[in-house]
């Protein structure tokens, strides 16, 4: 079965980066693409970017463009959502989710809280 | 790249039908007919209920169906159930990118 496993929850300090990690398993890494979506507590969810598990470059939402970087390592079936110049307003739960290949989301991690506080 | 807008509540009684919409533009609902919708449960991640305005996944109950009429879509829920309650969320492609709906928070009386 299709499994997203992500890394554990953060607490970082305003202006540090955060590295958040998605293991997928039960289905051939390099066949779909994967997406990282936010969600502020008690907010909506903001999508932020997908990345190709094969290669080539991700597209990134514009609002997070030069402070996200997304990438992902095959040898482990390991993509990796990383964030920089961390403010308070980041403080949100990340997930990663994974392309259907139908223009949505069909598997999701379950999700790591990411807390910016001084 | 602006969230598409849906109500933020709704309710309904068990056993009635209520419609969520979801309104975009030209270039992300009324350009693609790749809108989905999702169901989150608090504390859980989101889960798929409606791809391509109106496929549903397997195990994902016919209670639930899509349409979408120009610029805005929609999601049905017909023989509301208790565990129907939850947040939904639609989501739209837009060339090379996507873009999610604020949310509607559905609560059954």
């Known amino acids: 079965q299709v499994q997203l496993v992500q890394s554990g929850a953060e607490v970082k300090k305003p202006g540090a980066s955060v590295k958040v990690s998605c293991k997928a398993s039960g289905y051939t890494f390099t066949s779909y693409h994967m997406h990282w ?17 094969s290669g080539g470059s ?8 030069g402070r996200v970087t997304m990438t992902r390592d095959t040898s482990t079936s390991t993509v990796y ?38 | 790249q602006s ?6 509540s709704m309710s309904g009684s068990p056993g009635q039908s209520i419609t969520i919409s979801c309104t975009g533009t030209s270039s992300d ?15 859980k991640a989101p889960q798929l209920m409606i791809y391509d305005v109106t496929n549903r996944p397997s195990g994902v109950s016919n209670r639930f169906s899509g ?12 023989g509301l159930q208790a565990e129907d309650e939850a947040d939904y969320y639609c989501s739209s492609y837009t060339t090379t990118t996507w873009v999610f709906g604020g949310g509607t928070k559905l609560t059954v009386l």
């Open chain 1, 37 to 53: 979506v936010r969600q502020a507590p008690g907010q909506g969810l903001e999508w932020m970017g997908i990345i190709n598990p």
């Open chain 2, 29 to 43: 609902v009324g350009g693609y007919n790749y809108v989905s919708w999702y169901q989150q449960h608090p504390g």
């Open chain 2, 67 to 78: 349409s979408k009429s120009g610029n805005t879509a929609s999601l049905t829920i017909s």
């Open chain 1, 81 to 118: 959502m990383e964030l920089s110049s961390l403010r308070s307003e980041d403080t949100a739960v990340y997930y990663c989710a994974r392309d259907s290949r139908r223009w949505s989301f069909d598997y999701w991690g379950q999700g790591a809280l990411v807390t910016v506080s001084s």
């Open chain 2, 3 to 8: 969230a598409l807008t849906q109500p933020a």
């Open chain 1, 58 to 65: 991700p597209t990134y939402a514009q609002k997070l463009q």
